[in-house]
Every structure is written in C-alpha cells, then in structure tokens.
C-alpha cells in the first residue's frame, strides 16, 4: 500500500464532489447496477417509531442498533478507466464524493491485491472522539445492496450482512490485523455497526449507547426478514426519546416593515423600511411534492427564536433564508431550532411531518421498550423453536 496522506478531517466534504457531467454519469451506473432506471438516492429510508410498531417487534424478527450521529452514505466501490481501485461516497442529496488520494482498500478472500468492484455498502460516517482532541473516522456498515455485481436487494437483512461480513469485512480486518500500522494512512476506519436481536434493547441502553465515542440520536430497528428497499420502507423503524423527536424544514423568513424612528430621521431615513437585523418571523415550510411548476411547500408552524438566538444566527454571516433546519418540540410545545442540515437539500415530506408527528403525540419512552422486551424474546423464542 502507499503511505498517502491519512484520514479524512470532515465527514460532511469527504473527498472531491463531482461535477454535474461525472456525477450523472455515477448515477446511472449505480442505477445499472441496481437494476433501476431511477437515478435518485437509492439508500432505505425508515419510518418513525410509533405505539402500534411494539406489536411489529412481537410479530417479526427485528435487529437493534443505535442511530449515529454522524452523515448517511452509501459507498460505492468501483475501478477507473485504467481498472484502479475507486471509491465515492454518495450524500442524500445523490452527490458524489471521490475519496482521492487516500489509501482505502478492501482486499479479496487469500488475495491482498486483489479487490471489490460494482459494489454497494450502506452505512454512516462518524467522526470518533479518542480524547486530549485526537478525532478519527469511522465508516459504520449496517447493510450491503450489490457485492461484486451480485444482486442482493432480494437477500434478507441476515443474509446481506452475512455477504459483507465472509467477503468484505472478513479480508479487511485479516488484512490491517497483519498490517496494523497501514491503518493510519485509510482515509477512514471501516467497521460493522453492532446489531442486537430487538429484545436486547436493555443491553442498548446500559452497554452499548454508553460507551459510544461519537453522538447518537436513538436506535434503528430493521426487520431480519425482509429485502431491501429504495425510498421509505416501512420494516425500517427510527425510535427517538420524545425530546429529541425531529423534523426537517425550510426555512424561510419574514421581515418586519417598520417605520423610521427619531435616529432614522436624522439619517434622512423618512419612509418606511424592512428591518433585516431586528428579530424576523421564522417560518418553517415541509415539502410537498414536485410537479411541472417545481417544488411546492406547506406551512407548519412558526420556529420560536429568542433575540440572543437571532444575534448568534446573524453572526454566523451564513445564508439562513432556504436552508433546511432540523427542529424539534421543547417542553412548552415551541418549535426550536436543534442544527442545520446542509447535507440534505430538502425538507421532509409532509406524509414524514405527519408521521413524525404522530411519533410525538404517540411516543414510546425507553421504559416502554424496555418493558416489552419480554414479551418480544417470548414470541421470538416460539416463532424460532416452530421452525426448528
């Protein structure tokens, strides 16, 4: 391997984005190898978790893992013009980030040289704190869509990660095991997320959100059974404490018109005029669809901001006019600014605002499901001792 330059420093700019030519060019070749004709983002999106989804847990084999804190991607492993080694991230907002002059390879079974192409892998960039400010990297895997071509959109979740770990992660980790000191010069750590049956929610809460070195916003709960599908699929459920229960918006602001004051007179200022530094009203829109007129947009509700809240955002000198920002309720029912989301480049479909919002007013606390933890190892216990 050549000792290139190490890890990446921003999981939100991975690498270099390609352009519009090379980037539709990406899209169609993902889209080939998918079997699709559609060229949006093709990764799964989840549901949010909702009362009626504990009986799902009792109904079917689920696995539990925690939700990252960090930037979806799908990571796509290909070869260049001259049959070299590639890899782009793919962002939710399908661009393409080429991992360029890094290391990163992913060997073959017995074949150090050797490589994967024409393959898939879903999962999440994290940036780990390791203390006294050291960061590193880290690619979390928590599915495979298409390995060396071969289609595995059918294959349960089991079986999909069953490919990964014998052929992709296998190799890997015998690989840096052999070679540790070349893991500095990855652009990132690759490491499989740590799934649990769903009943080993308590083991969740007490072990393994503990001991996490990056953020963590809630767990994930992905049907063992079922294929994996492009856009929302409902086997995929988003669990969030109810305080943390988030929507994404677009942000648009109203400016107040006021009238000129005593120092705006003695400016020459003598008509009315748009205050753009005083506090504006904060709107948020959630996306409605797109037909032949563009996007259209809804209105929700009106963010509540404090004036120190609009000084902070104006001295960030950033665009805020468009810009989608994740929001959630406060425990006064006020819709309150958490971040921004520039790595989405839109908001939430308003069927997604009315899920979430139903995941709100229905909420299930860890204490639920911590509680129906039994009754899920119970009916997983039966279903599995009824097939043996």
Same mark, same amino acid.
């Given at each position: 391997?050549?000792?290139?330059?190490?890890?990446?420093?921003?999981?939100?700019?991975?690498?270099?984005?390609?352009?519009?030519?090379?980037?539709?060019?990406?899209?169609?070749?993902?889209?080939?190898?998918?079997?699709?004709?559609?060229?949006? +983002?093709?990764?799964?999106q989840?549901?949010? +978790?909702?009362?009626?989804?504990?009986e799902?847990?009792?109904?079917?084999?689920? $696995?539990?893992?925690?939700?990252?804190?960090? *930037?979806?991607?799908l990571?796509?492993?290909?070869?260049?013009?001259?049959?070299?080694?590639?890899?782009?991230?793919?962002?939710?907002?399908?661009?393409?980030?080429? *991992?360029?002059?890094?290391?990163l390879?992913?060997?073959?079974?017995?074949?150090?040289?050797?490589?994967?192409t024409?393959?898939?892998?879903?999962?999440?960039?994290?940036?780990?704190?390791?203390?006294?400010?050291?960061?590193?990297?880290?690619?979390?895997?928590?599915?495979?869509?298409?390995?060396?071509?071969?289609?595995?959109?059918?294959?349960s979740?089991?079986?999909?990660?069953? $490919?990964?770990?014998?052929?992709?992660?296998?190799p $890997?980790?015998?690989?840096?095991?052999?070679?540790?000191?070349?893991?500095?010069?990855?652009a +990132?750590?690759?490491?499989?997320?740590?799934?649990?049956?769903?009943?080993? *929610?308590?083991?969740?809460?007490?072990?393994?959100?503990?001991?996490?070195?990056?953020?963590?916003?809630?767990?994930?709960?992905?049907?063992?059974?079922?294929?994996?599908?492009?856009?929302?699929?409902?086997?995929?459920l988003?669990?969030?404490?109810?305080?943390?229960n988030?929507?994404?918006?677009?942000?648009?602001?109203r400016?107040?018109?006021?009238?000129?004051?005593?120092?705006?007179?003695?400016?020459? *200022?003598?008509?009315?005029?748009?205050?753009?530094?005083?506090?504006?009203?904060?709107?948020?829109?959630?996306?409605?669809?797109?037909?032949?007129?563009?996007?259209?947009?809804?209105?929700?509700k009106?963010?509540?901001?404090?004036?120190?809240?609009w000084?902070?955002?104006?001295s960030?000198?950033?665009?805020?006019?468009?810009?989608?920002?994740?929001?959630?309720?406060?425990?006064?029912?006020?819709?309150?600014?958490?971040?921004?989301?520039?790595?989405?480049?839109?908001?939430?479909?308003?069927?997604?605002?009315?899920s979430?919002?139903?995941?709100?007013?229905?909420?299930?606390?860890?204490?639920?499901?911590?509680?129906?933890?039994?009754s899920?190892?119970?009916?997983?216990?039966?279903?599995?001792?009824?097939?043996?």
């Open positions: 391997m050549n000792q290139e330059p190490g890890p990446i420093q921003s999981i939100a700019e991975p690498g270099i984005k390609a352009g519009p030519v090379l980037a539709q060019r990406l899209r169609r070749e993902v889209a080939n190898l998918l079997n699709r004709t559609n060229l949006s +983002f093709p990764g799964a989840p549901v949010s +978790f909702e009362r009626r989804h504990l799902e847990l009792r109904q079917q084999d689920y $696995y539990v893992c925690e939700k990252s804190d960090g *930037i979806r991607y990571l796509y492993l290909t070869t260049d013009e001259d049959g070299r080694e590639l890899h782009y991230l793919i962002d939710r907002k399908n661009d393409y980030w080429w *991992i360029q002059h890094r290391n390879h992913f060997p073959l079974k017995d074949n150090d040289a050797g490589f994967h024409d393959t898939l892998i879903d999962g999440e960039l994290v940036m780990d704190e390791l203390g006294d400010g050291r960061k590193e990297p880290r690619f979390l895997v928590f599915d495979c869509l298409v390995l060396d071509r071969k289609d595995l959109l059918s294959r979740l089991d079986k999909r990660l069953g $490919y990964f770990r014998d052929h992709i992660m296998g $890997y980790k015998d690989l840096f095991a052999r070679y540790p000191e070349e893991l500095r010069y990855q +990132f750590k690759v490491e499989m997320k740590e799934m649990q049956v769903a009943y080993g *929610i308590e083991m969740m809460f007490r072990e393994v959100l503990p001991k996490l070195k990056h953020g963590n916003d809630g767990l994930i709960f992905t049907c063992r059974n079922s294929e994996y599908r492009h856009g929302t699929d409902q086997n995929i988003k669990w969030k404490p109810v305080t943390e988030t929507i994404d918006f677009r942000l648009r602001l400016f107040r018109t006021v009238n000129p004051d005593d120092a705006d007179r003695s400016e020459g *200022i003598t008509a009315p005029y748009v205050d753009y530094d005083g506090l504006p009203v904060a709107e948020l829109w959630a996306y409605a669809g797109s037909g032949s007129g563009g996007a259209s947009y809804t209105f929700f009106n963010l509540y901001l404090t004036e120190d809240e000084e902070t955002l104006k960030l000198g950033d665009p805020l006019e468009d810009r989608i920002v994740e929001c959630g309720v406060d425990e006064r029912g006020r819709w309150r600014l958490h971040r921004f989301r520039d790595d989405k480049s839109e908001a939430n479909h308003t069927s997604t605002v009315t979430v919002m139903q995941s709100i007013q229905d909420s299930v606390s860890e204490n639920d499901l911590l509680d129906a933890a039994k899920i190892k119970d009916n997983w216990k039966a279903r599995a001792s009824k097939q043996r």
